[in-house]
């Protein structure tokens, strides 16, 4: 799991410097490597993933597929 907080921290750097393409990128390989240790059951850390990957999408003006 470490490894996929630290690409989640990548993704918040890059937000931080208003490159929200390159975050959604950490974004997503942080999410997918949380589904594969934690499966399709609701869990926290999904929760944040998703919810930081539609902020992504917001900052871009892309409101649709934030809320995809």
């Known amino acids: 799991l470490h490894v996929a907080d ?7 750097a890059y ?26 059951r609701p869990h926290p850390v999904i929760a944040t993933s998703l919810l930081n990957l539609g902020s992504g999408y917001l900052n871009l003006g892309e409101a649709r597929r934030a809320a995809d």
């Open 6 to 12: 630290i690409l989640n921290n990548l993704g918040e």
């Open 15 to 40: 937000r931080e410097l208003g490159e929200s393409r390159h975050a959604i990128d950490y974004y997503e390989q942080s999410l997918a490597m949380k589904k594969l240790i934690h499966g399709d």
